[in-house]
């Protein structure tokens, strides 16, 4: 009887804290040198996304964007794809590149 007893008086139950992501710091403006490094990587990507952008350089994903289409506006990056969720762009690849 003593042993029936004590079967539901086992450890409580620990809940989890949940799955926590590092805090990243990115930067949310341009200093010399990332600006500088932006113009010299960026249009020798072959797929360019905000978030590869992101993750390379460190930056903000509101400042890639805007980047980005400033690099797009220039003519030096070209969009595959344009979406409300994706932005997807590649190198400009022109005729005398190719010869």
Do not use: C
């Amino acid at each position: 009887m003593a042993a029936a007893m004590a079967g539901g008086k086992g450890k409580k139950k620990k809940w989890s804290k949940g799955k926590s992501r590092d805090q990243v710091d990115n930067k949310v403006l341009f200093s010399k040198e990332q600006h500088d490094r932006f113009h010299a990587e960026v249009p020798k990507m072959k797929l360019i996304t905000v978030s590869s952008v992101v993750e390379k350089l460190k930056i903000n994903a509101g400042l890639a964007r805007r980047a980005l289409r400033d690099l797009a506006e220039d003519g030096k990056i070209r969009p595959v794809l344009i979406s409300r969720a994706q932005r997807i762009y590649t190198r400009n690849v022109t005729e005398e590149d190719d010869a």
